[in-house]
């Protein structure tokens, strides 16, 4: 791993901050490291550990894998297993970690109009989620608006953060219905994993703003997971 990086005649340090970098190595040497990125992990505050946790994974990836990004795949093949198989298999993994509230948007003259317009579908979203969430976020596509609530702030870090490192067992999602079917509700639609079959190629979808797991790619990191851990009981039992 590089500390620092050549950017044409200069060289500059290759992290977004001394004090993460520093603090990812003490964690790294010391007994208790487990206990602490499983801390981290499950705090309160994880969404300021984005850096560090960024940091800690190229000095520990095994640790990460089987620490945190193991746990979470076995969770995420829960849920996809608990859909119907007929629904698309993108749509089924944006349900493990979100719900989805669309209505359309009126068209408007000015950007204040907008911003009122958007609050007030944030609004009735909300009221219409009885799942406990942590945050939610908004997008806009073809006079429809799109709420995504996430059920687990750490879940969505974790997967920005596999992202960042270019992990082949997650991808930005790329769902286009093939139909090219507009949604029009005017009480808007809210989907869960439990109606996800119900919308199953219907709906075009804001491309490249959700990252996702790749279904088939965690089924061969679970795998390579096991079998480096069956290898490695084998070498320690020489």
């Known amino acids: 791993m590089p500390y620092f990086v050549k950017e044409g005649v200069y060289y500059k340090w290759s992290h977004k901050s001394f004090l993460e970098y520093f603090a990812a190595v003490y964690v790294l040497r010391s007994k208790e490291k487990e206990d602490i990125i499983n801390n981290i992990y499950n705090s309160n505050r994880i969404e300021s550990y984005v850096n560090f946790l960024d940091i800690y994974y190229d000095l520990d990836p095994e640790l990460i894998d089987n ?50 317009q958007f609050d007030n579908i944030v609004k009735r979203a909300e009221a219409r989620v009885s799942e406990k969430t942590e945050s939610l976020y908004g997008h ?13 702030i750490k879940n969505k870090i974790l997967l920005d953060v596999l992202d960042n490192k270019h992990k082949k067992f997650v991808k930005k999602l790329k769902f286009n219905s093939s139909e090219n079917i507009k949604v029009k509700i005017s009480n808007g639609l809210l ?27 965690t089924i061969e990191f679970k795998k390579n997971i096991h079998e480096t851990k069956k290898k490695k009981l084998l070498l320690d039992g020489f």
């Not at 979100?98 to 009122?116: A, F, L, S």
């Not at 806009?140 to 687990?152: A, M, Q, R, T």
């Not at 989907?191 to 996800?196: A, P, Y």
């Not at 219907?202 to 703003?209: D, R, V």
């Open 191 to 217: 989907i869960t994993k439990e109606n996800i079959h119900e919308f199953d190629k219907s709906i075009e979808f804001p491309n490249n703003l959700i990252i996702i797991f790749d279904y088939e790619s």
């Open 67 to 116: 620490q945190l990004v193991l746990p979470v795949i076995n969770e995420y093949l829960d849920v996809i297993n608990s859909i119907p198989d007929t629904v698309d298999i993108d749509l089924a993994s944006l349900m493990f970690n979100h719900i989805i509230y669309i209505e359309p948007m009126d068209n408007v003259n000015n950007r204040e109009e907008y911003i009122i």
């Open 140 to 152: 806009f596509k073809n006079g429809l608006s799109f709420i995504l609530f996430v059920k687990e």
